[in-house]
């Protein structure tokens, strides 16, 4: 099995930046596909950004697109989000999640990763 430690959240003004950090466990993190989903108060879980196994493609989600950057180091087991020019709107728990293997289309539903971290929270205040 895989865990997953999220770190690296916290309390930013609009317009700053904040690099989360996700801690894998076990020696096959190449294999899984990384997630990045965050929930706000009161509203659904929302896919924010995804990364293939090896790093070679990326997905965003439209509003963090040209502000938040996903990358992984496979040697650290880790995965990152760069989030820069941070709104309120981007306030709320984040998530990293793992999975294996997506249909075409696929990598947006949270349904579709295995493994799940804690979270971590962002507050952007304005």
């Known amino acids: 099995q895989v865990q997953l430690v999220e770190s690296g959240g916290g309390l930013v003004q609009a317009g700053g930046s904040l690099r989360l950090s996700c801690a894998a466990s076990?020696?096959?993190?190449?294999?899984?596909?990384m997630g990045w989903f965050r929930q706000a108060p009161g509203k659904e879980r929302e896919f924010v950004a995804r990364?293939?196994?090896?790093?070679?493609?990326?997905y965003y989600t439209d509003s963090v697109k040209d502000r938040f950057t996903i990358s992984r180091d496979n040697a650290k087991n880790t995965a990152y989000l760069q989030m820069n020019s941070l709104k309120p709107e981007d306030t709320g728990i984040y998530h990293c999640?793992?999975?294996?293997?997506?249909?075409?289309?696929?990598?947006?539903?949270?349904?579709?990763?295995?493994?799940w971290g804690q979270g971590t929270q962002v507050t952007v205040s304005s």
């Open positions: 076990g020696r096959t993190f190449s294999n899984y596909h």
């Open positions: 999640a793992a999975a294996r293997i997506f249909r075409v289309g696929g990598g947006q539903n949270p349904i579709e990763y295995e493994y």
């Open positions: 990364i293939s196994g090896s790093g070679g493609r990326t």
